[in-house]
């Protein structure tokens, strides 16, 4: 499955800003919802948020929520994640994948397509 490509990681002070990018690959027909994941070095995976492709309705993990925003360019099949209040804690891999989901739409088994991540590092 082709994947996606991820940018705009990079290292931030605690309390700034970064707004991570997601080229989306393959075809529309193979996913319904697409997501922002993360790993932090010794943790498993874990969701941010997520976006139903039908209707915009975005999704948040209680870690994302009120801090970052999902958000799509369907003109320019490009995914969004905007990031404020960045905390050490968010220092991590971050991921953008797609796919055919059903109701369990933070699940990351669910998602079938997966890009090579883009690193946050957030300092003190």
């Known amino acids: 499955v082709q994947a996606q490509v991820e940018s705009g990681g990079g290292s931030v002070q605690a309390g700034g800003s970064l707004k991570l990018s997601c080229v989306l690959s393959g075809s529309t027909y193979m996913r319904n919802v697409m997501g922002w994941f993360r790993q932090a070095p010794g943790k498993a995976r874990e969701p941010l948020a997520a976006?139903?492709?039908?209707?915009?309705?975005?999704f948040y993990a209680s870690s994302a929520q009120g801090r970052f925003t999902i958000s799509q360019d369907r003109a320019r099949n490009m995914l969004y994640l905007q990031m404020n209040r960045l905390k050490p804690e968010d220092t991590a891999m971050y991921y953008c994948?797609?796919?055919?989901?059903?109701?369990?739409?933070?699940?990351?088994?669910?998602?079938?397509?997966w890009g090579q991540g883009t690193q946050v590092t957030v300092s003190s």
């Open positions: 976006m139903r492709i039908i209707d915009d309705s975005p």
């Open positions: 994948a797609t796919g055919m989901v059903g109701d369990r739409i933070l699940e990351i088994s669910e998602y079938t397509s």
